[in-house]
């Protein structure tokens, strides 16, 4: 059986050429391949992308420890430029500028109240590796890979998304700062702005100085809290968020965030984005009474902690909280405002690599010395269409 045979003689293998960083098994390293990507269906978006974000969740699942299973494409900070529309696909056209989210699917109650994070079908749009249908958008020489990672799998010259996580931004931003918008830094604002709501001058506090930590705290500032302490263990995050508005900074290698949190009379609202079960259970510690502390760590699913029924009995306030609890139609705009207007300035967090070397950018992300990894995709090494 030729390989006309199985396609059919004639037929059209529709589809283009990507490269593509793709984990080939658990533990890594990403390889940069060729890969088929399938041309766009009648609700689908093809976005070249010129960026995307690496985030820790990236790392977590090359780990092994969440699905999709490898062979894979991760990646979910995609910015890029719309370079074809399905039919049936409204409000997008090319050459528009976009930032890439997560997937919903637009019709549940969570989605109809705008709360899409909570999407009924989340799981098989976000993390299946396929189509809802089963079908796979990625084809290797050696078979499929599994794709439309966050309804996307940006790790690549170009992706399939769909209109809802494809968000439209203005074409005056630098697009290529663009891509973390759709992640950790709508995780970060969103859970400050969306959910804990603090006024001005109440106290803050914020445990991990990563991006999303710290795009919590640009929040925090902008809101106008007071006293903002950031807690890290790197003296550099330190500074940083010293820089972006903390008034106070807790060393955990040095000193203990409960002792000095708590001599500033607890903190009102607080967020825990460190994923360490140690700083979590000091976060409760700190919270005042009647507070609200937001949990947004990435974390091994293991991980498990200790409260102390009394200290957590009078009125706080623990919540999880996913993609800044935001809808990324109307919340990634918005974020692209701030950052315009001087408001919300990532360009202090983010450091750029070449798609090529996004093992570096993995080693530097984990070693701390890299706040916000992007990668930028560069030209595909070829976009000759198959046929
Ligand atoms: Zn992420
Ligand atoms: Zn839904």
Known sequence: ??????????????????????????????????????????????????ATGL????????????????PSVLGHEGAGVVEQVGAEVEGLAPGDHVVLSFDSCGHCPACQSL?????????????????????HTLQSAAGPVAGCFLGQSSFASHVLAHPRNTIKVRKDAPLDMLGPMGCAIQTGVGSVLNVLQPTAGTSFAVFGCGAVG???LMAAKYVGCD????????????????????????????????????ALGGAQYVIEASGVTAAFEAAVKVLR??????????????????LNMQDSFFGKTITGIVEGNADPKTFIPYLVDLFMSGDLPIDRLVRFYALDDINQAVADSLAGRTIKPILRAGAPTSSIRAG
């Open 214 to 216: 710290l795009a919590a």
């Open 289 to 306: 009474y009647g507070g609200v502390m937001g949990m947004l760590g990435g974390h091994r699913p293991e991980a498990t902690v200790t």
């Open 55 to 70: 985030c820790h969740t990236d790392i977590y699942i090359a780990e092994g420890l969440y699905p999709p299973a490898p």
């Open 1 to 50: 059986l030729t390989l006309e045979g199985i396609v059919g003689v004639g037929e059209e293998v529709a589809g283009m050429k990507i490269r593509a960083a793709v984990m080939r098994r658990v533990g890594g390293p990403f390889e940069l391949e060729d890969l088929q990507l399938d041309a766009p269906r009648a609700d689908e978006v093809l976005v070249r992308i010129v």
């Open 227 to 262: 006293p903002i302490v950031a807690v890290d263990k790197v003296g550099s995050r330190l500074e940083l968020a010293k820089a972006l508005g903390a008034s106070h900074l807790v060393d955990v290698s040095t000193a203990d965030p409960v002792e000095t949190i708590g």
């Open 115 to 135: 709360h899409p994070v909570f999407c009924e079908h989340y799981f098989p749009l976000n993390i299946s590796g396929c189509r809802t249908d089963g079908t």
